[in-house]
C-alpha cells in the first residue's frame, strides 16, 4: 500500500464525492484544507485524518483491508494518532467483525435542512461570546476541542472557524469546525461540566450554523450513536438524521 505525496490528494476529490456518505472528513484532507494521510493501493483508498477517523474507497478487496488490519489495528500496530475506520459497506464490516481485539459501534451524521440559521437562544448577562485565536486554541483544554481535529493553530485560523462563552475570561463552552470541506462543515462542541444545562453549547452551535450560511456552507452534525446528548442538541438545533454507519476499532 503505497502513501500518496500531497500533490495526488485533489486527484481524488471525484472519486470522494461519489459517495454520499460522511464525505466532509475525506474532501478535508483531499482538498488540503486539513492535514490528513492517503494510502493507494490499486483502486482501493484509505484516507486518514489527523483526527484519527479514516474512511475507504474503491473496491477495498480483502487484502486491502488486511494490510489496514495489520498496519492500523492489530495488536502489533504502533500509530501515532488513533485510527477508527468509518465505513456503511457490509462486506467491511464482516471482514472485521471476526478479527481479534476489534471493536465495532455506530456512529450517525446530520443534514441542516432549513434555509437559514435559526437565531432564538441567549445566554446570561454575565457570559460573552467570542471567536476562537490562536491563545484560546492552546489554551482550550477537554474531549472535544479543535486541537482534536486540526494540527496547529496556524491550520485552523486559516482554514477552520470557531466560537467560545467566555465566563471571568476562561473558555466554559466552544463550538468549532471539526472538519471543512468546500461545501461542507462539520460542527464539534464541549462545555464545560460546570457549566451545562445553561444553553452555552446551543448558542455557540447556533454561531456556527449561521456562519456556516455566511460561507455558503452546508452545517454537518455527526456523532456516536450511543451520545444521545449530543443527538438531542442536534434535533433541537434543526438537523436531521441522514446516514449511519459503522465504527472500527481497536
Known sequence: MLKLNQTSYKSIIQQIEKTPCGTVYPLSIAE??????????????????????????????????????NMFLSADSSLSRRFILFSANQKVMTFFQNKQDIVLGKRYNFEYPLEKASSRSEIPSDYQICQFNQKLFDSISGRITPRFSWRDASEFLNHGMGYCVMYKEKAVSWAFSAAVSNDELDIGIETVSDHRHMGLGFAVAEKMIQYCFEQCKCPIWSCDANNTASQKIAEKLGFVKSSEYITIRR
Open 32 to 69: 488540503m484544507n486539513q492535514y490528513g494521510d492517503i494510502y493507494k493501493e490499486r483502486d482501493s483508498i484509505l484516507l486518514w485524518h489527523y483526527c484519527g477517523f479514516a474512511f475507504l474507497y474503491g473496491a477495498c478487496d480483502d487484502c486491502f483491508l488486511e494490510t489496514i488490519y
